[in-house]
Structures are given as structure tokens and as C-alpha cells.
């Protein structure tokens, strides 16, 4: 459903408490904005995270490789590092 709104002399778009709960969009919320197909898209940073981590997954599924393994690699190579013996 769309919603109607204005934007101000200043340019500032008011987004209504509704859409902002929908999108768990609270002050101080950082969000990303994208014209897309003639289309403002807004989603916060959250979600952007969300859906980079989702896409990895997918793309690293059956492969052995991970994020957790990346960082367990580097941990044990700066653990080497620490280590005067």
C-alpha cells in the first residue's frame, strides 16, 4: 500500500511512524538510500548486513571456507605472533 507524504522546502522527506516500525527504523537509525527503476529504496544498515551475510552463505555453502573460519585462521596467526617462543 503507498503511502503519501511531502517533502519539505529543505528537502527533508517525513516518513511516517508506520512505515518507520515496518522497517525497524528508530532515531538515529543509519540507513541506505538507492534510486532504483525511477524508485527511492530505502533499507537501514541492519538489513543490508542481513542480506550480505545471507548472500555469502549461499555462495560459501559445501566450500569450507567461512567467515568463522577466516577469523578462527587470523586469531590463531596472531596468537603465533603474541608468542615469543
Known amino acids: ?3 503519501l507524504t511531502k517533502v519539505s522546502d529543505g528537502g527533508k522527506l517525513n516518513l ?3 512505515l ?3 522497517l525497524g527504523i ?3 537509525t543509519s540507513v541506505l538510500l538507492r534510486v ?3 524508485e527511492l529504496r530505502i533499507r537501514t544498515v541492519r538489513e543490508a548486513v542481513r542480506r550480505l551475510q545471507a548472500d555469502a552463505a549461499r555462495l560459501f555453502a559445501g566450500s569450507g571456507d ?3 573460519r577466516f577469523l578462527a585462521e587470523r586469531r590463531a596467526e596472531a596468537a ?3 608468542d615469543p617462543a
Open 1 to 3: 500500500m503507498d503511502t
Open 16 to 18: 511516517p511512524a508506520s
Open 20 to 22: 518507520r516500525r515496518q
Open 26 to 28: 528508530e532515531p538515529g
Open 36 to 38: 532504483e527503476d525511477g
Open 66 to 68: 567461512s567467515v568463522d
Open 80 to 82: 603465533r605472533e603474541d
